[in-house]
C-alpha cells in the first residue's frame, strides 16, 4: 500500500467496461445469514474504523466486510464488478468521465438510505481530510462530481485513470452515511456505520463482533451468523497456540513463518484437527538501488548482483516457502506478468557473468557495500533474507557486503535523504492491476525514492496505460515496461508472497477469502456444527 508501504488468481478479463455495465454478480444474497459464530485471531492491527484514514490490511479487512463500494471483486475474480451500483461505465473514449447508477432502496445498518449524495460526500470527505495515514492519494485523479439524481453520480477525472473502477472497488471506495460522519474530520468513537455484509457491533483493543446486517443488498451469500475478531497485536506465537488450542476457529495474518512451517507439517503428520489452507497473493519485496549512490548508481554492480542472487534458496531457507521467487516488478496473477530478469539474469548464481558486468564498467576489485533494512514494517524475514542475499554475493568473491538494520522512522527519513545505497521495499496493492506495480514505483512522486527517472516509462509507456479502459490491450506496454527495468536494474525483485490461513477442520470457505483480489470475505467462512 502505497503510504505504508505496508506489509492473486484469476487475470483480469477482457473488456472491463463491458463487464461493469452487465450487472454480473449484483443478485442480492442470503442478507439473513446462517451457521455457527466464526472467531478469528490475527497479529497484525486494525489502525482505523474509518475509512477516510485506514490505509493498511487490517483495516481494510474491516471496512471490506462493514461498508459497500460501487463495486466490489467477487471471489475468484480481480474483475471488480457491481455492488452498491446496479451498473458502472465510462462515458468517453478518454478514460475521464465514469458514472454509476445505484441499486433501488439501499439503505445504511442504521434504516438511513444511500443515495448518491452518501458516495459524492464519501469521495470528497475522504479528500478532504487527507489523512496522513488515509487513501487520499489514490484519488488524486477525481475532480468533480456531480450527482443529477439520487440513484446517479458522475466522476469527471481531471486526468485518464482506466484504474478508477478497481481504486474504488478497494476499501479506499467504502461508502459513508452523510448523516452520521462528519464532512472534515475523523470519527474517534471507534464504530462504524456502512451498508455491507456485516455491522461492527463493538471494538476495542482485544476484539471486533460482528454481526450479519439483515438490510444488507448485494452479491454475497453469508455462511455464518457473525465473526469474532481477535488481537493478538504482534505476539505470533500466541496466536500460534490459540489456534492449536481451539481458542480460536482460525487464524489469518502474522504467523511466524517457522510457525506456519510446524504447523503445515502437524497437519500432515497427523491429519487431525488444523488445516493450513494457502492461497495466492500479490504482496511482493524488492531490493531497490540508490541511481545516485558512487557504487549502487553503477549498472555494472546492480547487474551482477542480479545475476548472483538465488531466489530459490532464498524463499527456501529464510521464508520457509511462504513466499515464491519474483522475476518480474509485475508478479504473477497480474495481467502483463513477465518473468523479463528471468529471460535476462537467469535463475542461478552466474559469476563469471557478474564478473564480466563489473569488468565492462572498469571494476576489478571486491564491490563493497552495505544492505540496509527494516526489522518489522517488510515482515521478520526482511534482515534474514538481506543477510542470506549478502552471503550469496559475497561467495561469488566479487563482492564484499555487509548487511545493517534501522527502526522504521530512521530507515524511511534515510530512505528519503538518500543516505542508503541499496535497501528493502515491500508492497501490498491497493488494487490488482499492473498499474498498482507500476506507476507507483516509477511514475512521478514515486514511493522509492531512489532517482530513477525513466522518461519513456512516465511520459509515454504508463500515461497510456492509463487511457486504456481495456485492461488486457495494455498488456504489450506494462510488458515493455517490465523489459526496461529488467535492463535498467533500478531495483531488483526478490519475492512474492503467499496468503495463509490455519483453521480447525470444521471452518470451510477459506480458499473463497485468499485470492489474489487480496479482499478477506468473512461471509464465505462457514463452520460445521458439532454433534
Not at 521464508?319 to 522475476?327: N, S, V
Given at each position: ?13 477482457a473488456?472491463?467496461?463491458?463487464a461493469?455495465?452487465t ?21 497484525d ?11 493498511d ?16 471483486f467477487?471471489?475468484?475474480?480481480t ?6 451500483a446496479?451498473?458502472c ?7 475521464r468521465v465514469y ?7 439501499l439503505?445504511?445498518s442504521?434504516?438511513?438510505?444511500l ?32 450527482t443529477p ?9 481531471k486526468?485518464?485513470?482506466?484504474t ?11 461508502i ?19 451498508s ?6 463493538s ?14 443488498k448485494g452479491?454475497?451469500?453469508?455462511h ?30 502474522g504467523?511466524a ?5 510446524d ?5 500432515l503428520?497427523?491429519g ?7 492461497g ?12 545516485k ?7 555494472g ?17 529464510v ?9 518480474s ?16 539474469y537467469g ?8 564478473k ?14 552495505t ?5 518489522i514494517r ?5 534482515v534474514p ?5 549478502a552471503k ?12 545493517k ?11 528519503a ?6 535497501y ?7 488494487y ?20 530513477y ?15 486504456q479502459?481495456?485492461?488486457e490491450a495494455?498488456v504489450?506496454d506494462?510488458q515493455?515496461?517490465?523489459?526496461i ?5 533500478p ?7 503467499k ?5 480447525q477442520?470444521d471452518i470451510t ?13 468473512f461471509?464465505e467462512?462457514a463452520?460445521?456444527p458439532?454433534?
Open positions: 500500500m502505497r503510504k505504508r508501504d505496508q506489509w492473486l488468481a484469476a487475470p483480469l478479463g473488456g472491463l467496461a463491458a461493469l455495465l450487472g454480473c454478480g449484483s443478485e442480492d444474497g442470503d442478507a439473513a445469514g446462517s451457521g455457527e459464530h466464526v472467531v478469528m485471531g490475527m497479529s492491527e486494525v489502525l482505523a474504523t474509518d475509512p477516510a484514514s485506514g490505509y490490511p487490517g483495516s481494510w479487512l474491516l471496512f471490506n466486510n462493514v461498508f459497500q463500494s460501487l463495486l466490489s467477487p471471489k475468484g475474480s474483475t471488480p464488478q457491481p455492488e452498491a446496479e451498473k461505465s465510462f462515458k468517453d473514449n478518454t478514460s458514472s454509476c447508477t445505484l441499486k433501488n432502496d439503505t445504511f442504521n434504516g438511513h438510505p443515495t448518491s449524495e452518501d458516495v459524492k460526500f464519501s469521495f470528497e470527505r475522504t479528500l478532504r481530510i487527507n489523512d496522513d495515514n488515509g487513501p487520499a492519494v489514490m484519488f488524486g485523479s477525481v475532480g468533480k462530481i456531480e439524481d439520487k440513484r446517479t453520480v458522475v466522476f469527471h477525472l486526468n485518464a485513470d482506466a478508477f473502477p478497481q481504486k474504488i472497488a478497494s476499501g479506499a471506495g467504502s459513508v452515511d452523510h448523516q452520521v460522519y462528519p464532512a472534515d474530520k475523523l470519527r474517534t468513537d471507534d464504530k462504524a456505520v456502512g455491507g455484509v456485516y455491522k461492527l457491533d471494538f476495542d483493543k482485544k476484539e471486533a463482533d460482528f454481526s450479519v446486517n439483515g438490510d444488507y452479491a454475497a451469500k453469508v455464518n451468523s457473525g465473526l469474532t475478531m481477535k488481537f493478538f497485536h504482534g505476539q505470533q506465537a500466541r496466536l500460534k497456540s490459540a489456534v492449536q488450542k481451539g481458542e480460536v476457529d482460525l487464524a489469518y495474518r504467523l513463518m517457522k510457525d506456519l512451517a504447523l503445515q507439517a502437524q497437519s503428520g497427523d487431525k484437527s488444523l488445516d493450513v489452507v494457502e495466492t497473493g500479490a504482496e511482493v519485496q524488492h531490493l531497490v538501488f540508490n541511481m549512490h558512487p557504487v549502487a548508481g553503477k549498472l554492480v546492480r547487474k551482477a548482483m542480479a545475476y548472483l542472487i538465488d531466489r530459490s534458496t532464498l524463499v527456501r531457507d521464508y520457509k516457502r511462504t513466499a515464491e521467487p519474483l522475476y516488478v509485475v508478479p504473477a496473477g497480474i495481467t502483463g506478468h513477465n518473468t523479463a530478469f528471468y529471460d535476462k535463475d542461478r548464481p552466474q559469476p563469471q557473468k557478474a564480466q558486468a563489473l569488468r565492462d564498467a572498469g571494476i576489478t576489485g571486491k564491490v563493497k557495500l544492505l540496509w533494512g527494516t526489522p517488510y515482515g521478520p524475514g526482511t533474507g538481506l543477510r542470506e542475499i550469496q554475493l559475497n561467495a561469488s568473491g566479487l563482492f564484499d557486503v555487509d548487511v538494520s534501522a527502526d522504521v522512522a530512521t530507515y524511511e527519513k534515510a530512505v535523504a538518500g543516505k542508503y545505497g541499496v528493502v521495499k515491500g508492497w501490498v496493492p491497493d490488482p492491476d499492473p498499474d498498482n506495480f507500476i506507476a507507483p514505483f516509477f511514475g512521478n512522486d514515486n514511493v522509492l525514492a531512489n532517482h527517472n525513466s522518461a519513456q516509462l512516465t511520459s509515454q509507456l504508463i500515461p497510456a496505460t492509463a487511457e479502459p481495456s485492461r495494455t504489450g506494462f515493455r515496461i517490465q523489459d527495468v529488467a535492463d535498467e536494474v531495483m531488483l525483485p526478490l519475492w512474492q508472497g496468503q495463509y490461513a490455519v483453521a477442520d470457505g477459506l480458499q473463497w477469502t485468499l485470492d489474489s483480489s487480496t479482499v478477506f470475505r461471509w467462512i463452520k460445521t458439532k454433534d
